[in-house]
């Protein structure tokens, strides 16, 4: 049986954004735990993705939570639409907090679990403080901005210094991983610390169906 402790979480990024209800659905159907949305604002990441619309649009087609990533400067102007749209999970960027504690309090004010990110090469110490009040800690594993990129090999042993201090402390925030995770990378990672795995390009544009593709990650973690 996979590690019953390990959730996948598709990220709609790389879906066809035509067909994304369906895809949703399909992604629901075979055993994702979670839908990874990626909201970038042409900022914080040069791109311009989704907003929350087409939150509440995906909402109607899964009851999985939503785990909505925002890669957006000022996040604080915009959790409250990302609530009302039905996101489960809102997960800010501590590179664009310049406070944190009050951010995460207006979150779960809302009825929202928070969590946190932290880019390549942000530290770990940026986070520690609020380690304890966070429900999810989002590592990068690619610069945010794209999908499709290449697993950052150096993000490894910070998976496993963050879950090491996850665990010395007791702390039960879920620690994500998100880029490059694939049939390769997704064992080591797991390996490393990491419980929840963000997967775009491997899920939805590697050629096989999604339930192919979600199976073939979960094999990995056999
Ligand atoms: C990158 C996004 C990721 C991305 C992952 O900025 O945050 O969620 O979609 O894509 P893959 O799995 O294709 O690297
Ligand atoms: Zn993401």
Redesign the pocket.
Known sequence: MANPQVKLAP????ADFARLGEQVAEATKAGADYI?V?V?DGHF?PQITIGAPVVAAVRKWTDLPLDV?L?IEAPERQINQFAEAGADIITVHIETCPDINQLVSAIKGLGVKAGVSLNPETPLTAVTEILPSLDLVLV??????????P?IESTLEKIARLRAELDKKGLTAELEV?????AQTAPRVVKAGARVL????????SGQTVKEALGELRAGLL
Do not use: E, R
């Not at 990220?11 to 790389?14: D, G, R, T």
């Not at 998100?178 to 694939?182: E, L, T, Y």
């Not at 963000?198 to 544009?205: L, M, Y």
């Open positions: 990220s709609i990024l790389s990874h990626d970038m990441v990533h890669m990068m594993t690619v610069h945010p901005g794209y999908g499709g990129q697993f998100d880029g490059g995770i694939n963000v997967a775009g390009a491997a899920v939805f544009s």
